[in-house]
């Protein structure tokens, strides 16, 4: 007895070591976020070209596409075309898509779509940018009026970055003369961004013109101006209008330079809209679609590695050994009665496709019409398996019956119910109604909610979407909860339904 | 928190058995699974105890398939009372006892009529297996009606009253007397309401009892006291009881006993995994004894020596015997 007891021990030990040891290495070594809480925003990008073919034309379109440098990584790239040639080049750090077609007509519309997340980490690469430009040559009043404007700015800052945020501010100063002189009454965003950079080439500041989009959903835009300049080590974003330093986070660099979007030979009204849309993803899940991209291949070995499908069965599966806990739990330490140790996982089970409220609703109305049945069918002294057939077609037809109802009365709840709550229900009417016999109404009704409250307990506590994340990316655990069960399996306290029991000892103690 | 931290240390101050301390140190520690079917089917217990040379209630017939129902009419015969019970029933259900004939039906002993119908349904839902353990399938028999002693008149209420020894490793380590009442049926299990009366081991004489739970004195249907009754061949009670580890290699169980007004006393059954009302009744935790027993076993086995039935019952009764009687 002893040297079992310390076999059981060292099982336990062993066990709880392993479970906690693999979990630990998961965590710490590969790295794997704890909760699933750690998702990552998955942006959609497309953009729609429209444009009117000329007939007799061959048609080439030409377009800029994100060169996705920095500080997004993309997923998947397409070019949605029905005849046109598609070709990608890069050009002075900007990408530039290239549709073209010998023979076009009408009313032509191409799309490029764009699926990205940003990138965590990573080392970021060395960018290299002009530090020294050649002034631009100008004469006669603007020179003055530029070399004035210039003064100011001068004295006002420091270095480049406070250089050009000035120059910027200066520049949108409407009241200002020398501007609106050099503005010549053309207040646009890009002429203005020409005029700092005229500014700034007197001064031998190099800058340049990026466009940006933003990444916020459903919302029609157009791409954004925004200047930016190289310091020597990285560039530095500065925003036309107001001169503030510094890219928001959410503005993906479409592409740099004084060139439009897009351009078209071979057609016209050329037209580009975007439309963007979010989503979010696990991050493990997104670890692994930049798999390709990246060297870590530490998910190929872990329950992520299962085709989508496999995966959301097992993530089901997963869970039982939890729910068989509760179960353990409540019937071994509380002392709470159920119908067998399983029933109650499977109608937990059965609550996933119910929703927990109307799967106890629906249990409750078919279990107590299913028991009025049998004890009606008790009377015409039937044998067990005709009966069981038959409580089994009245469920079905019960079901059948809930289901159109609430479907008439436009409660998609009510088709909810599966091929497998209809097999436990069975079950349990048929067990509830022996216990109804052998122990009593008062016993089974006792029995029945006990059933149905370790079934929603075990259910909610299997559906909690942290710990179905958890045990599905570790595994492990299940080992641990082994050990637990053991330990169980030995335990000889009493059951909290005891104290109560056998309370009747302390009242003649007391007395 | 802190009452049931307490309540808890009371009981086990006093040695109150858990369901989950029986199942891990008695049922699962002295019980061989192998050896269950001897207890679980009450055939197989019978053969085994005729073998033996203890009483059992006689044994008119089986039947095990649907077929041999036909047969059931030529094993009642002329018979008017009996009783069928399956093989493998659990906590005395599906069992019917006929007490008498009336107008070429029968008469239950709580005086519903049935048909021969009834009866033969009755049989096939016992073969059916719906008052197995488990649910499998199953065998009826048909055996002789016990009528109770006369000495019960007074405190039971219909049914059969039996004896109940918890027997551990041949040592009885607590009786009780379970009277049915009017909620059980006429049946003899506590769960079903009937009362369980503890039993002095040495004199026979009875203890106060336990009702659902509770402790009462008096039979709820005759209000008669149930305490200070002396039982009748006790002693032979306790020599059976002692008698039926070495008839089933079982070592814990609850033997079930009854004492027939013309044969005396009958093994009726044997449970490996005897109830734990039996505590209240007795007003005194099994743990206590049964810990008491296992360290006289560690002593028997250091010197080498096993005892006999009467060595053994006389043991219990010096150790665990003679309770003073409670005032109340």
């Known amino acids: ?128 940018g002009p530090t020294f430009r050649d002034s631009m040559t100008i004469e006669g009043p603007e020179k003055i009026a530029a070399e004035a404007l210039l003064a100011p700015i001068r004295q006002h800052s420091a270095d480049v970055e406070t250089f050009v945020g000035e120059a910027i501010k200066r520049v949108n100063n409407p009241n200002d003369d020398n501007v609106k002189l050099l503005l010549a009454g053309d207040p646009s965003a890009a002429h203005k ?104 291949n530490f998910l190929e070995y872990s329950l992520y590695g299962l085709p989508l499908q496999t995966q959301q069965t097992f993530m089901i599966m997963v869970m039982i050994p939890i729910g068989v806990l509760v179960i353990l739990i409540l019937r071994n330490l509380i002392g709470i009665q159920t119908l067998g140790t399983f029933t109650p996982v499977l109608i937990a089970l059965a609550f996933r496709e119910t929703q927990l409220g109307f799967g106890i609703m629906l ?111 570790f595994p492990a655990i299940l080992l641990i909860l082994v050990g637990f069960m053991l330990a169980m399996g030995r335990y000889r306290g009493y059951r909290l339904t005891e104290l109560v029991r056998f309370k009747a000892f302390l009242k003649k103690a007391d007395a | 928190m802190f009452g049931l931290w307490k309540t808890w240390k009371a009981l086990e101050a006093r040695g109150i058995m858990g369901i989950n301390r029986r199942n891990a140190d008695y049922v699962l520690k002295y019980n061989k699974r192998s050896l269950y079917p001897i207890v679980d089917d009450k055939i197989i217990t019978k053969e085994r105890a005729i073998a033996a040379g203890i009483h059992v209630p006689e044994l008119y017939g089986v039947i095990s398939t649907e077929k041999e129902i036909d047969n059931l009419e030529e094993i009642i015969g002329a018979r008017s009372d009996f009783v069928i019970k399956p093989a493998q029933g659990a906590g005395g259900d599906g069992i019917l006892v006929i007490a008498d004939r009336f107008e070429g039906r029968y008469r239950t002993v709580s ?91 040495a004199t026979g004489l009875t203890l106060r009892g336990t009702w659902l739970n509770n402790i009462i004195n008096k039979h709820p249907d005759t209000t008669n006291a149930v305490d200070g009754v002396q039982l009748p061949y006790w002693d032979g009670f306790m020599k059976l009881a002692a008698g039926c580890h070495e008839l089933c290699g079982l070592g814990y169980i609850g033997v079930d006993m009854v004492l027939d007004q013309e044969k005396g006393p009958l093994i009726l059954e044997l449970n490996a995994r005897p109830g734990l009302n039996i505590q209240i009744a007795n007003d005194c935790g099994l743990t206590l004894r049964t810990h008491a027993v296992e360290a006289r076993l560690e002593d028997l086995k250091a010197r080498g020596v096993t005892e006999t039935v009467e060595e053994r019952v006389a043991f219990v009764q010096e150790m665990f015997g003679h309770i003073p009687a409670v005032e109340g």
């Open chain 1, 1 to 128: 007895m002893r040297s079992l007891t310390l076999h059981l021990k060292l099982l336990i030990a062993i066990l709880v070591v392993l479970g906690i040891s693999v979990t630990a290495y998961q965590i710490f070594v590969l790295g794997i976020p704890v909760t699933e809480d750690a998702t990552d925003d998955l942006w959609n990008i497309d953009a729609k070209v429209e444009f009117v073919a000329s007939a007799k034309d061959p048609v080439k379109i030409q377009m800029f596409v994100p060169p996705l440098s920095r500080d997004f990584v993309s997923l998947n790239e397409s070019f949605i075309s029905n005849n046109y040639g598609v070709a990608v080049n890069r050009v002075d750090g900007n990408r530039k898509v290239t549709w073209s077609a010998r023979r076009a007509k009408g009313n032509q519309t191409l799309y490029y779509r764009l699926v990205l997340t940003k990138r965590y980490s990573g080392e970021k690469a060395k960018i290299k």
């Open chain 1, 193 to 296: 961004a020409k005029i700092v950079e005229l500014l700034l080439s007197i001064a031998h500041v190099p800058i340049e013109k990026v466009h940006t989009i933003r990444l916020v959903a459903d919302q029609p835009q157009m791409p954004e101006l925004w200047l930016r300049s190289f310091n020597g080590t990285d560039w530095l974003y500065f925003n036309p209008e107001t001169g503030e330093q510094g890219l928001p986070t959410d503005r993906l660099l479409w592409w740099s330079g004084d060139e439009n979007l897009i351009t078209v030979d071979g057609g016209k009204k050329a037209n580009v809209t975007f439309s963007l849309n979010n989503s979010e993803m696990n991050a493990i899940r997104l670890a692994k679609l930049t798999d390709e991209n990246t060297d870590a």
């Open chain 1, 363 to 473: 249990f409750t109305i078919i279990t107590a019409l299913g028991l009025s049945l049998r004890s009606y069918l008790e009377h015409l002294k039937l044998q067990m398996l005709p009966r069981l057939s038959v409580v089994l077609t009245f469920v079905v037809v019960l079901i059948a019956a809930i289901s159109l109802f609430s479907h008439k009365l436009g409660l998609e709840r009510g088709l909810s119910v599966a091929l497998f709550p209809m097999v436990i229900l069975t079950m349990t009417i048929e067990r509830l109604s022996i216990t109804w016999e052998e122990r009593g109404g008062g016993h089974a009704m006792k029995v029945a909610i006990g059933t149905l409250f370790a079934a929603s307990l075990a259910h909610l506590i299997m559906t909690v979407p942290e710990l179905v994340y958890f045990v599905f990316t």
């Open chain 2, 111 to 201: 005086g519903r009529i049935i048909s021969h119908e009834e009866i033969e349904h009755q049989v096939s839902s016992i073969l059916t297996g719906l008052y197995s353990l488990g649910g499998h399938r199953d065998r009826a028999l048909i055996e002789y009606r016990v009528i109770p002693d006369q000495i019960f008149k007074s405190i039971s209420y219909e049914g059969v009253p039996d004896i109940r020894i918890i027997v551990l490793m041949g040592y009885p380590v607590m009786a009780m007397l379970r009277l049915p009442t009017r909620q059980s049926n006429g049946k003899a299990n506590l769960h079903q309401g009937a009362i369980g009366v503890g039993v002095d081991l």
